[in-house]
T-cell receptor, first 113, second 116 residues
Framework: QKEVEQNSGPLSVPEGAIASLNCTYS??????FFWYRQYSGKSPELIMF????GDKEDGRFTAQLNKASQYVSLLIRDSQPSDSATYLC?????????????FGQGTILTVHP | GAVVSQHPSRVICKSGTSVKIECRSL??????MFWYRQFPKQSLMLMAT?????????EQGVEKDKFLINHASLTLSTLTVTSAHPEDSSFYIC????????????FGPGTRLTVT
């Protein structure tokens, strides 16, 4: 079983809609969760992190965490074409792997006008 | 967020030569930095963890003698690709980790290496 799994997509939504990106993880001891956005040909950009159960909002982005279900999601409200990118979920690798992140395979999001 | 720079952004070199890539944390100190490689349409692949003042830790399958990492200060880590070959052509990305309650990783803009 992969440690971090994302819905592979690609996900296509119309402009103005809500895009929902999902991620599950296998390590119950994971404490913090990160969402990165990567535009084609560019490096990843940290957009949010969350470590408490519930929702965390930042502008049009909302991260949702459910530790009991080992599930973290990212909602993008009022999606814009500029949101079209690959979204990566990341979880600390744990154990003695200080600071290392385990990344999901990424979900490609396309927002069409 | 914190800012990480990389230099050069793009480099073309001949087969057999060595290339050095620099990674700098501009507005914070980073005791730990990471080096990744990414091939087109593939996921990030962690190559090594760079620790200030100590030897780097390499992931399984990564040749430590080919990819030399030096983390001489709290703001600078370098990756040297020695005796580069065309199969080393890739997008190399570093990240620097902040310290505190949550260890956040911020990525540099990446270096696109082409070996001819």
């Amino acid at each position: 079983q992969k440690e971090v799994e994302q819905n592979s997509g690609p996900l296509s939504v119309p402009e103005g809609a809500i895009a929902s990106l999902n991620c599950t993880y296998s390590d119950r001891g994971s404490q913090s969760f990160f969402w990165y956005r990567q535009y084609s040909g560019k490096s990843p950009e940290l957009i949010m992190f969350i470590y408490s159960n519930g929702d965390k909002e930042d502008g049009r982005f909302t991260a949702q965490l459910n530790k009991a279900s080992q599930y973290v999601s990212l909602l993008i409200r009022d999606s814009q074409p500029s949101d079209s990118a690959t979204y990566l979920c990341a979880v600390p690798a744990g154990g003695t792997s200080y600071g290392k992140l385990t990344f999901g395979q990424g979900t490609i999001l396309t927002v069409h006008p | 967020g914190a800012v990480v720079s990389q230099h050069p952004s793009r480099v073309i070199c001949k087969s057999g030569t060595s290339v050095k890539i620099e990674c700098r944390s501009l507005d914070f100190q980073a005791t730990t930095m990471f080096w990744y490689r990414q091939f087109p349409k593939q996921s990030l692949m962690l190559m090594a963890t760079s620790n200030e003042g100590s030897k780097a830790t390499y992931e399984q399958g990564v040749e430590k003698d080919k990819f030399l990492i030096n983390h001489a200060s709290l703001t600078l880590s370098t990756l040297t690709v020695t005796s580069a070959h065309p199969e080393d052509s890739s997008f190399y990305i570093c990240s620097a980790m902040t310290s505190g309650e949550i260890y956040e990783q911020y990525f540099g803009p990446g270096t696109r290496l082409t070996v001819t």
